[in-house]
């Protein structure tokens, strides 16, 4: 008889025991970790599905995940690689406007402040940290550095970083004398860094953030990305910085 509970023990735990959590495969863009990650949690805590997160910038993910990595849910700071996987048929059904946000430029704390764009053109700004092209933050920046007719006297000073923490880093250190992240990751991360100005809107893109279904994900997965979109999530975006989806 205990030979026979021993083997049915082995078989259980061969099978996973019977017991093992579906689990929601999210890749998320390194701006929203925070928020998707706290909001996970109370995702969790409330049904038995296991939420693990993938962070990066958005632009790796969506090619990851059109390499084929086993990604359930991609959130994205920009509608541009929700595109981009979309025309590779790599979602579906809609992807959603999960939160909004704004574009800062921060300094090193307690370094004297530039003022503005006309400001960063000074000698004492030797380094612009700034995200990669391609990344949505450093797309935003760009355009606004442009819209805003100081890109062909800064461009110069441009050191490019993975992504927005990868910015808010090396102005941390003051490996960078400025750079440019979104208003949620300076007021998360405010040690070491003071905002400078906050970016007028109207020089880049609308910051617009989405949650999309990848394509063969579980059904599971529509009750996550509903609870996402809910008042628990939205609240908790609130309190992080983020401005409304709707």
Known sequence: ???????????????????????VNIFVAASLLDA??????EYEQQTDIAVHHSPGASSILARQIQDGAPA????????????YLKEKGKLEGEAHVFARNDLV?????????????????????????IADEGVPAGDYARQALKNAGVYEDVKDKLIGQGDVRGVLH????????????????????KEGVDVDFKVDGALHDPIECYVARVKGAP???????????????????????FKSAD
């Open 170 to 189: 090396a102005v941390q250190i003051a490996e960078a004398d400025a750079g440019f992240v979104y208003a949620t990751d300076a007021l998360a991360y």
């Open 219 to 241: 059904a599971y997965v529509d009750r996550y990305i509903e609870f996402m979109r809910g008042p628990v999530a939205q609240a908790k975006l609130k309190e992080l910085g």
């Open 105 to 129: 430029c921060v300094v090193p704390g307690r370094l004297p402040k530039y003022g503005g764009f006309e400001g960063l053109k000074d000698s004492r700004v030797r380094r612009i940290a």
């Open 1 to 23: 008889m205990l030979k026979l509970c021993a083997l049915l023990c082995l078989l259980l735990a061969a099978c996973g025991g019977g017991n093992e959590r579906e689990k």
């Open 72 to 83: 359930h849910v991609y959130f994205s700071a920009s509608r541009k690689w929700v595109d």
């Open 36 to 41: 998707v990650g706290a909001i996970g949690w």
